[in-house]
């Protein structure tokens, strides 16, 4: 039977990486293309939350000479990201599949499809909670007589990191149930550190939201309620049986006969020379006259 070498082996795997990771890039490409001419739409409807906000008169800046032009492009291309994420997330599980067992397979598929759902539920309460509230707040608080308005490059970063915080801050059900499921932490050990988690959370949210109470409420509750969400859904899950093995493979590794030779022969000790000279007098009578 012929294997092939390592060598070929492993760049067969980086040919099809290349292959899938050109595929995934022409996928958010070609969206791009097509959301070019709706890119200042686009930016726009990002921008709503704020707009609805601000004071009669108010308005966006760009600071910089090519802002108005790069800012919308990258609204556009973060859109088109998000489209295609289902197709780049296939090329990806296309690519890792083949090389997991089929107990990793069973736990990773619906794990990723949380995942993205989760992140994309985190998204949609920053825009449609968070953002609101915020500027509301921020907007009562203006000093008399000063122009609230910001560059449309600063907000936009604004919006991602507070669409990537809220994001992540949405996964904790997932990692809540891969720690249980994997064996890292028992489940009785979660819920010890309850206290623990409440107490970090609001530290988070100190560190990842504007510095008002409502918005920090805002992201610090729902990551307590979401924790809970995970220890509950981990129940169900429960952790994977230590005897749980690959299909196809059997349970028994080594096989159990070659035990009891072994035994044996670890027990054998050689004869004493008294014994030796009773086997041979034994002999000698033996013999016919």
């Not at 060598?7 to 990486?17: A, G, I, K, Y």
């Not at 308005?59 to 291309?77: E, H, N, R, S």
């Not at 994420?85 to 397979?105: D, I, N, R, S, T």
């Amino acid at each position: 039977m012929s294997t092939s070498p390592p060598e070929d082996s492993f760049l067969s795997h980086l040919f099809e990486l290349r292959d899938r990771l050109i595929r995934a890039i022409l996928a958010v490409f070609v969206v791009f293309v097509c959301l070019f001419p709706w890119a200042k739409e686009l930016y726009t409807l990002l921008a709503q939350p704020l707009l609805a906000t601000l004071p009669q008169g108010g308005q966006m800046i760009a600071t910089d000479v090519v802002g108005v032009f790069l800012v919308p492009m990258k609204v556009a291309l973060m859109v088109a990201f998000l489209i295609t994420l289902p197709y780049v997330l296939y090329q990806a599980w296309a690519f890792v599949a083949p090389g997991l067992y089929a107990h990793e397979k069973r736990l990773a598929l619906p794990l990723v499809a949380a995942s993205v759902l989760l992140f994309f539920i985190g998204m949609a309460f920053a825009y449609f909670l968070v953002f609101p509230t915020v500027f509301g707040f921020m907007s009562k608080v203006a000093p008399e007589g000063v122009a609230w308005m910001t560059d449309i490059e600063k907000y936009l970063s604004f919006v991602l990191g507070t669409f990537v915080a809220f994001g992540v801050t949405f996964e904790v059900p997932v990692v809540v149930v891969v720690l249980v499921r994997v064996g890292i932490v028992e489940l009785e050990k979660l819920r010890e550190w309850r206290s623990y988690v409440i107490v970090g959370a609001f530290v988070v949210a100190a560190i990842f939201t504007p510095p008002d109470v409502i918005s920090q409420l805002m992201m610090a509750i729902p990551l307590c309620l979401l924790y809970e969400l995970g220890l509950f859904m981990a129940r169900f899950v429960g952790r994977r049986p230590p005897a749980e093995t690959p299909a196809g493979v059997p349970a028994q590794a080594a096989p159990a006969p070659e035990a009891a030779p072994a035994a044996a022969a670890e027990s054998w000790q050689p004869a004493s020379d008294d014994e030796m000279a009773q086997v041979v007098a034994d002999l000698n009578r033996r013999k016919p006259d």
